[in-house]
């Protein structure tokens, strides 16, 4: 039922493509067409179920964690203000995509305009780039606080957190926001099938009949520029932490060092390892490699990471753990 239903939208877009065709000679008005996860159609209902509940899970938790933040004046700290930030930029990342897919495996709504396609495209990439830079923030402040606490309050201060917070939406902008005019550059011919779940640059590119080599180059060239270059400045900032750590006189004083960076670490560990293991597989193992394994990757990449990061910071940080129970404490006094 579901191919007969997948093959019906594909005639009729191929229909709205070849009279596009006559009259304008490009398909981009007919919009996109979202296959899903190719070769799994017969399970979209089931894998919507865990989807659906990370997604949920995650804006729950992120919701508290943002609540008690900003509730709690004891968290208005630039550790905790970082945070904040990036539990925003992970619900805005799985809400770019996670609905759109649901609504494709639940009601078969799988059509999406062109502009559409390069608005979903440009918040997703976006994102991803805001979070990496949220990333370095907080691994700047960890840098901060244990190579120079005397300096700690000078250093950062209201109004350097909030330079950083529009340096990363502005970075985030001009890293991403040229890729949409590199994309409406092309002309498009072909019948718009994405075999994915949501938008994305080189899926939307590889529609075109025109020479997307530029394409390419500049998604590289991004992509070594943001993510790349934050990278390699956490990794740098990490080693200058574990040097000032372990010259520490005392083991304890090590350890509670450590311990302040444990959530931190296991959040960027969780962001980029998967995201790498996708690009990698991509690149090297594509011929090897499912597409679906690919795709799947790709959906459990945006909503994962936003689901474990509260878990990760409520359980192994107790400032955030009492304030949670305080705000829930006074919203329970309030109700009666």
Same mark, same amino acid.
């Given at each position: ?20 065709? @006559? ?7 007919? #919009? ?25 899970? =995650?804006?729950?938790? $992120? ?44 009601? #078969? ?6 502009? #559409? ?12 780039? =805001? ?5 370095? =923030? ?14 700690? =309050? ?60 530029? $394409? ?62 996708? @690009? ?28 474990? $990061? ?12 009492? #304030? ?13």
């Amino acid at each position: 039922m579901t191919q007969v239903r997948t093959l019906q939208k594909i005639m009729a877009l191929s229909f709205a493509n070849s009279t596009a065709a @006559v009259n304008s000679s490009d398909t981009r008005m007919a #919009g996109c067409l979202l296959t899903g996860i190719p070769g799994l159609e017969h399970l979209h209902i089931w894998l919507s179920i865990p989807l659906c509940t990370m997604y949920v899970a =995650a804006l729950i938790g $992120n919701g508290i964690l943002i609540c008690v933040i900003l509730s709690q004046p004891s968290l208005h700290e630039p550790m905790y203000i970082f945070l904040s930030m990036l539990a925003s930029t992970d619900v805005l990342l799985s809400t770019s995509t996670m609905p759109k897919t649901l609504a494709n495996f639940w009601l #078969g709504s799988s059509h999406i305009s062109f502009n #559409g396609c390069l608005t979903q495209m440009f918040f997703i990439h976006f994102l991803f780039v =805001a979070d990496s830079a949220v990333l370095l =923030a907080m691994a700047f402040d960890r840098y901060v606080a244990i190579c120079s606490p005397l300096r700690y =309050a000078t250093i950062l201060t209201s109004t350097v957190i909030g330079k950083i917070a529009a340096a990363t939406l502005t970075h985030s902008f001009i890293i991403m926001f040229p890729s949409i005019f590199l994309l409406k550059r092309l002309h498009y011919c072909r019948i718009n099938i994405i075999e994915h779940t949501f938008c994305e640059h080189m899926g939307i590119a590889r529609l075109s009949c025109s020479d997307i080599s530029i $394409n390419v180059w500049y998604g590289l060239a991004a992509a070594l520029l943001s993510t790349g270059l934050d990278i390699i400045l956490i990794a740098v900032s990490y080693i200058h932490i574990l040097l000032a750590v372990f010259r520490l006189p005392s083991q304890d004083a090590q350890s509670k060092a450590l311990s302040t960076c444990g959530s931190h670490v296991c959040v960027i560990l969780l962001f980029y390892v998967p995201a790498l293991f996708s @690009v990698f597989a991509y690149r090297f193992g594509g011929r090897h490699i499912p597409r679906y394994v690919h795709i799947l990757l790709a959906n459990l990449y945006v909503v994962i990471p936003p689901m474990l $990061n509260p878990i990760i910071y409520g359980v192994r940080t107790k400032q955030i753990l009492e #304030g949670a129970k305080e705000m829930f404490s006074n919203l329970a006094k309030e109700s009666k």
